[in-house]
């Protein structure tokens, strides 16, 4: 298993996100199909909602659909890289907070 500096490593390097993530839910069909079929299924009683947690948002690729349905939507990643895309990406949605947080460090 890959240290936290290790996985910082490769999640804050340019090449670890050729298609802003993209390519992680080509199998299911685009992000689009990854919300319908993998994500909602999970969190469809539990929507709307006040607060949602979003953890490894990456480039933002299910916050796009997250920040839809609460009133507050919090988004921590390990990477530096991942949190500026997302404020980039979101910058005009005033509800999200943006944290840079491994889970394990001070």
Known sequence: MPTIEENK??????????????EWSASWGGSDMTRWHSIYPRIHLFVPTDTIFEIAPGFGRMTTYLKDICKRLIVVD??????????????????ISYFVDDGKSD
């Not at 490593?9 to 298609?19: L, R």
């Not at 990477?79 to 005009?92: G, L, T, V, Y």
């Open 9 to 22: 490593d490769v999640w804050n390097k340019a090449e670890s996100f050729p298609e802003a993530g993209e």
């Open 78 to 95: 390990m990477s530096e890289k991942c949190i500026e895309a997302c404020r980039k990406r979101f910058a005009d949605v005033k509800h």
